[in-house]
Nanobody
Framework: EVQLVESGGGLVQAGGSLRLSCATS????????IGWFRQAPGKEREGVSC????????YYADSVKGRFTISRDNAKNTVYLQMNSLKPEDTAVYYC???????????????????????WGQGTLVTVSA
């Protein structure tokens, strides 16, 4: 059974940090780029970051560039999202998804058509207070 399980969300003050984890199982981890997405209340799900397996390239939405860092631990089949300098507008449910290069496109910045992605975790809530 394919599983992606997020953890690490919580309540943090603006300017603080959190590290999210996405533990995966049920598929060959090295075959898939894993990425992070988020959905704020009343908004559509949007891409945050994706890390390619083949060349190690990383992709970030402009809104998080320079503040968030994605990384992979292939020995643990886990992907992380280190989030620094958090802002209230980062408040959202954060999801990880496999095969995140699908739907990735560039239009003055990196965006994702999330409809192309099929393997998702259940999400973890991040709340940033002002």
């Amino acid at each position: 059974e394919v599983q992606l399980v997020e953890s690490g969300g919580g309540l943090v003050q603006a300017g603080g940090s959190l590290r999210l984890s996405c533990a995966t199982s049920g598929f060959t981890f090295d075959d898939y780029a894993i990425g992070w997405f988020r959905q704020a209340p009343g908004k559509e799900r949007e891409g945050v970051s994706c890390k390619s397996v083949r060349d190690g390239n990383t992709y970030y939405a402009d809104s998080v560039k320079g503040r968030f860092t994605i990384s992979r631990d292939n020995a643990k089949n886990t992907v992380y999202l280190q989030m620094n300098s958090l802002k209230p507008e980062d408040t959202a449910v954060y999801y990880c998804a496999a095969d995140c290069l699908r739907g990735l496109y560039y239009s003055g910045g990196y965006y994702w058509n999330t409809g192309f992605l099929e393997l998702w975790g259940q999400g973890t809530l991040v709340t940033v207070s002002a």
